[in-house]
């Protein structure tokens, strides 16, 4: 039985203050919270503060990106050991911002997804096609190709425990969710896709979608049976926002 997971991708937003501030919130709101996995990605820059602040509590403190390299001449880059040490889980790749403004590939993200599982951390895969994309009626074809950079080069074994995240870049930051309908159908093709590799993997990989989730919009998207809890960005900044989409995917998955 999969468990939803509801990650906050912070971005580049926050300050010391900020960091305390939420996670304080975040901890009074979610205090009793069962049933849903929760986790947090502020900037690298505060993963140690946001781990400390985190202490005993059930949410999980995850990270934003990590670099293919393990250690060297690699400026400016985190590796997956170094997010261990400091006690994150899941590790978001691929994001579309990433995939945008840094040209990384599927061949690279994949490598990363490698890296990831290497070190035993969790990868929060994220994939999803464009505005124009989605209009040429190719959402199945680059999603597939995606998830394929990853299947193809490690086998649908590197899913068992992993988190895909589906997030239609049309919908990101735009206040235009996908509706649950679309966005259940293109879950159940993902899962779909993997399951011609191996059912048992695809019955357990974790979905979650990402897009403009909110307070007021999570029920009815975690009512849908492929949709495993969601990556929040903007009402991710907000904790009383932020609680009602986690409780949301605990009450549609009890
Ligand atoms: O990683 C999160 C996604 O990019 C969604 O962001 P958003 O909730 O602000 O649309």
């Given at each position: ?13 926050g ?15 979610l ?58 889980r899941?590790?978001i ?10 040209k990384e ?11 990831l ?13 464009t ?21 193809e ?20 930051g ?9 966005a ?5 093709f993902?899962r779909?896709?993997?399951a011609r ?51 949301a ?6």
């Open positions: 039985m999969r468990h939803p997971l509801v990650m906050g991708n912070w971005k580049l937003n300050n010391k203050k900020m960091v305390s501030d939420l996670i304080d919130g975040l901890r009074k709101e205090n009793a919270v069962q049933g849903c996995g929760v986790a947090i990605a502020p900037p690298v820059m505060y993963l140690d503060q946001a781990q400390q602040a985190l202490a005993d509590s059930q949410i999980v403190l995850g990270a934003q990106n990590v670099d293919v390299n393990l250690s060297g001449a690699f400026t400016g880059e985190v590796s997956a050991e170094m997010l261990k040490d400091i006690g994150a899941y590790i790749i691929g994001h579309s911002e990433r995939r945008t403004y840094h590939s599927d061949e690279f993200i994949a490598k990363k997804f490698a890296v599982k290497e070190a035993g951390l969790i990868p929060v895969l994220c994939i999803g096609e505005e124009a994309e989605n209009e040429a009626g190719k959402t199945e074809e680059v999603c597939a190709r995606q998830i394929d950079a990853v299947l080069s490690q086998g649908a074994a590197a899913f068992n425990g992993a988190v895909i995240a589906y997030e239609p870049i049309w919908a990101i735009t206040g235009k969710s996908a509706t649950p309908a679309q259940q159908a293109v879950h159940k993902i779909e896709h993997i590799k191996d059912a048992k993997v695809a019955e357990q990989v974790i979905i979650q979608y990402g897009g403009s989730v909110n307070d007021k919009n999570a029920a009815e998207l975690f009512a849908q049976p492929d949709i495993d809890g969601a990556l929040v960005g903007g009402a991710s900044l907000k904790a009383d926002a932020f609680a009602v989409i986690v409780k995917a605990a009450a549609a998955k009890a």
